[in-house]
């Protein structure tokens, strides 16, 4: 048998010692059994953010976060290039030739 937990927790992205997190466990379980899927309210009532159950690594592991998360980073396009910013409320240009409006069939002539 394994000396490593099946059982793991974070908080903010740092690991939890097996028996922390044997206990986050335990405690989210039994309100979860009092509250059938009310992950915000356990996080609320224990002054965290958010509780999010995942499983990594053959791990069942609790993802809890005590600030909001970063924003995500935007994918990089192909070439490294970022897209120009747009100024407060422009719209993207339309493109020429058509509407916006699918094609229907064929066209009469």
Do not use: C
């Amino acid at each position: 048998m394994s000396d490593r937990s099946n059982l793991a927790a974070s908080i903010d992205g740092a690991p939890l010692a097996d028996e922390e997190a044997r206990d986050l466990w335990t405690r989210f379980s039994r309100y979860m059994d009092e509250h059938r899927g009310d992950m915000a309210g356990f996080a609320r009532e224990n002054g965290y953010v958010s509780v999010t159950p995942t499983f990594e690594r053959g791990r069942a592991l609790l993802v809890v976060r005590t600030t909001e998360a970063p924003p995500e980073k935007p994918a990089q396009r192909p070439g490294g290039e970022k897209p120009a910013p747009r100024r407060g409320g422009e719209k993207p240009t339309p493109r020429r030739g058509g509407s916006s409006k699918p094609a229907r069939g064929r066209r009469r002539r």
